[in-house]
């Protein structure tokens, strides 16, 4: 069952770092976006979570922001 994972970043944002690693641990692909250089994804960012503020992920259509590695886990099913 293969998740759909958007995850909205920054190159320079630690917490958006971490998020990255946590996903790759898990082996779960994703698609990054650099919404410090992708004008258009820091619109949909914004336009999805209602927040400036990186990380945000959409996990299935589940929205997470920041670093929230229960959120993230429980998202996932890897609780």
Do not use: W
């Not at 410090?36 to 820091?42: G, P, R, V, Y």
């Amino acid at each position: 069952m293969a998740q759909s994972v958007i995850i909205y970043s920054t190159p320079t944002c630690p917490y958006c770092i971490r998020a990255k690693q946590f996903l790759k641990e898990h082996n779960i692909s994703f698609v990054d976006y650099d919404v410090s250089s992708d004008q258009e994804k820091a619109e949909e960012m914004i336009n999805k979570s209602g927040q400036m503020g990186v990380p945000v992920l959409d996990i299935d259509g589940q929205i997470i922001v920041g670093f929230n590695k229960e959120a993230i886990s429980r998202a996932l099913g890897i609780a």
